[in-house]
């Protein structure tokens, strides 16, 4: 397959706001793909490149040699040429990688360097999010959609399932299960504004009230003495945590996976600012550097050769409770009434948590998911958004990047809907922060505003949303001031645009 021929889908699949002709045309892309070239071309599709670095950025986009006449190049060969890329170090590396780039570019045509342009730097704006993509391998390969998104969501994405889903159809997918050792996509919780409403939400009957506690999501895997820590995003952090890991190796169990936070703790047992649990986390932090880390456990998906994924979460909570010590799990009620619920989460606001997450104790834990039967209550509204675009400062922010545009995501087709901008509870070293950050995150810089590809992620205060004609998704929020970074949240995980309306 050629490259042209994914340059060719992705611009279908961008000029069109039809979730279902956006499905159709990744699907007739996959189905011609030969059986190589199927991950690659799952994850071009998606928007993003197979190798996680490549030590390309924008500015490494800005000088580039004359294109081709003629497309010429296929996926094998710009992948492996990407995969060079991302190996490149030490001395002379950086005239290495410019003559690896400027070959390569040199032997694409203008359509497919603007391509590669984007899709290097995180900026194909195509509305093609993993969800879409696993809509058209299953479209391709004939597939229920269920299968495929649990086959992905166990294997940790669509490109590691997509060649068995057309090698081996429903049969080959049923038979990748969770794995001790290798991460799944977390289950996630809807929000609603009040317990009350979380609480009908759920079912309405006997519900799980857990403090949601502000650190960082952990998923822990143990096989003998050998344990390994995750992130939400599925990024390996087990050397940052030593602390977390002596805990999981403690436990009673040959084989387990669990799910839980790790936050930063004060000496009076309250939670520190989310800031000090994310330096212990964030990448180039030297073990045990910075704050003591202390796990706080909330499910369980594996014990001793059992998967718990299907069992209920009433199951899954005398599993756990079974296993892990009190002073590792999450602080948790169990109410039979909107009352109760309340109560337990009056009682986490007064420990210093952020609220709570209403949970059904019939639900299974769906992997990757978000629906009714986890649901968050925070007593201050906040949204997870994307940065979309930032403005240079003026007055005493000159020399900043203040201003920034916030977007949601649409559901349907998988693109960013612009709500507002703010720059209302920013510090100067949040505003510094930034700086650096956006500068590193730039696609294009017109007069004051300078565009960013859509990968940070800030979670928003607001007050309330408003009907606005000023703004594509016809919403504009109220008072909107920044919280914080969220860096270890994806953006196929910030809030919808159907989500922000439901505040109206």
């Known amino acids: 397959m050629l490259l042209l021929d994914v340059v060719t889908a992705s611009g279908a699949v961008a000029a069109t706001r039809s979730r279902k002709a956006k499905v159709s045309a990744i699907a007739d892309l996959l189905a011609a793909a030969s059986p190589a070239e199927l991950p690659v071309v799952a994850a071009w599709i998606g928007g993003s490149l197979r190798q996680r670095r490549t030590g390309l950025g924008w500015r490494s986009m800005t000088d580039l040699p004359d294109g081709a006449d003629t497309a010429s190049l296929d996926v094998l060969q710009v992948d492996a040429a990407f995969e060079s890329l991302s190996t490149v170090s030490g001395a002379g590396s950086q005239l290495a990688r410019r003559a690896a780039t400027d070959d390569l570019f040199g032997r694409a045509t203008a359509a497919e360097q603007a391509w590669l342009r984007g899709v290097v730097t995180g900026a194909v704006r195509q509305g093609a999010l993993e969800a879409l993509v696993q809509e058209g391998v299953a479209a391709a390969a004939g597939l229920p959609l269920d299968v495929v998104r649990r086959a992905a969501m166990l294997a ?60 960082i999501r952990i998923q822990a895997h143990k096989r003998g003495e050998v344990v390994s820590l995750a992130t939400r995003t599925l990024e390996d952090i087990t050397d940052r945590l030593p602390e977390v890991v002596a805990v999981v190796r403690s436990l009673p169990a040959d084989a387990l996976v669990l799910d839980g936070e790790a936050i930063a703790l004060g000496d009076d047992g309250r939670p520190r600012p989310f800031q000090e649990t994310a330096s212990r986390t964030a990448s180039g932090v030297g073990s045990g550097a910075g704050a003591h880390i202390t796990p706080y456990f909330f499910d369980l998906l594996h014990l001793d050769g059992r998967d718990y994924l299907d069992a209920p979460l009433s199951e899954r909570i005398d599993a ?14 169990i109410a039979d009434s909107p009352e109760a619920a309340d109560a337990a989460s009056r009682a986490a606001l007064a420990a210093g948590h952020e609220g709570v997450v209403v949970k059904a104790l019939g639900a299974p834990y769906a992997a990757g998911r978000r629906g009714a039967a986890w649901v968050k209550v925070k007593p201050v509204h906040t949204l997870d958004l994307v940065v979309l675009a930032v403005e240079e400062g003026s007055g005493r922010r000159r020399g900043w990047l203040s201003n920034i545009h916030l977007g949601a995501r649409d559901p349907d087709t998988g693109e960013f809907v612009m709500l507002g901008k703010t720059f209302k509870g ?54 909107a001031r920044v919280v914080r970074y969220r860096d270890d949240k994806p953006i196929e995980e910030i809030d919808t645009i159907d989500t922000v309306r439901s505040f109206l």
């Open 156 to 215: 940790g994405s669509t490109t590691a399932i997509v060649e068995t889903a057309f090698a081996e159809g429903a049969d080959g997918l049923a038979r990748i299960g969770l794995e001790v050792g290798r991460p799944v996509l977390p289950m996630l919780a809807s929000s609603e504004p009040d317990v009350a409403t979380a609480f009908a939400r759920t079912g309405g009957e006997r519900v799980a009230v857990d403090h949601k506690l502000d650190g």
């Open 320 to 333: 756990l409770e079974s296993l892990v010590p009190s002073e590792h799990l999450v602080p948790r009620v």
């Open 426 to 479: 920013m510090t100067d070293e949040m505003l510094a922060w930034q700086t650096q950050r956006f500068t590193e995150l730039m696609t294009e810089r017109n007069d004051w505003v300078v565009t960013l590809r859509p990968e940070q992620v800030v979670e928003i205060a607001f007050d309330g949303v408003q009907r606005s004609s000023r703004y594509p998704g016809g919403v504009a929020l109220r008072f």
